[in-house]
């Protein structure tokens, strides 16, 4: 039965991938509430500015949470060179999950899989559940998850939940910056270092037009174009 199952969100997913995400972004729920009731809201920022591309961070996200090669939860993608030789200069851009509050991988998950976690407010996925149907890999406006090649659920970066935070750090790529680009925190606190980042700083989140309420900011590198 479950094998029928399975093999019938397989045929479905596929269905959504030639068809289009608008199909399967529907019964839109809103989690916001839920999540400003929490304990806590984890959120992160990525200061373009102090980025140098050095890939520390990605290095450090794969060996602590065990991810395997050809798969990534967090790449660090390189401008086109702006200048000429010898004075070219590059800006950086973190491409990994947003933790929307309004999540449209959670909407779209036929069985729960995907999930907001009500006192971190980390998107995460329940790899058990995971029936492998890609609904929340068409879902995802940022185009960051990815089946897991040995678990062969739905994968991404839940901020090393499972690993560092659990632990009490904080998550690897934070932790491995050599530039301090990065500031994770309490984003209920008003206190906190991340709050107090965001408001001394310009910065903007991706396509915040979609209604996703994503928890990754970045400060903009006014070196080139902000890259939505």
């Known amino acids: 039965m479950a094998c029928s199952r399975r093999n019938l969100l397989i045929g479905a997913g596929a269905v959504i991938f030639t068809t ?10 809103s989690l916001v509430a839920t999540q400003e009731d929490g304990d ?8 373009e500015t102090a980025c140098i591309g050095c890939t520390a961070c990605t290095d450090a996200c794969r060996e602590t949470n065990n991810v395997p090669e050809g798969v990534s939860r967090l790449k660090i993608e390189r401008s086109a060179p702006m ?11 973190r ?14 998950c036929p069985t729960g899989a995907s999930y907001v976690d009500l ?18 890999l068409a879902a995802c406006p940022y185009q960051v998850r990815f089946f897991h090649p040995e678990t062969k659920s739905a994968d991404k970066c839940n901020f ?13 790529c934070v932790e491995s910056c050599p530039t301090n680009a990065l500031t994770f925190g309490d984003l209920n606190d008003p206190t906190s270092e991340i709050n107090k980042v965001i408001a001394s700083n310009a910065v903007y989140r991706s396509k ?19 890259k939505r």
Do not use: W
Request: aromatic share 8%; hydrophobic share 30%.
């Open 208 to 226: 915040v037009e979609l209604g996703t309420e994503p928890k990754l900011y970045k400060v903009a590198d006014t070196k080139g174009e902000i």
């Open 119 to 136: 006192k971190t407010g980390i998107v995460d996925v329940h790899g058990d559940k995971c029936v492998g149907c890609g609904y929340c």
């Open 95 to 108: 491409i990994s999950c947003q933790h929307c509050d309004n999540a449209p991988c959670v909407t779209v």
């Open 40 to 47: 806590k809201r984890y959120g992160m920022v990525f200061d």
């Open 160 to 172: 090393c939940r499972d690993t560092n935070l659990k632990a009490g750090k904080l998550p690897a």
């Open 83 to 93: 200048g000429e030789y010898p004075d070219v200069d590059y800006t950086f851009s």
């Open 20 to 29: 289009g995400v608008s199909t399967v972004a529907i019964a839109k729920k």
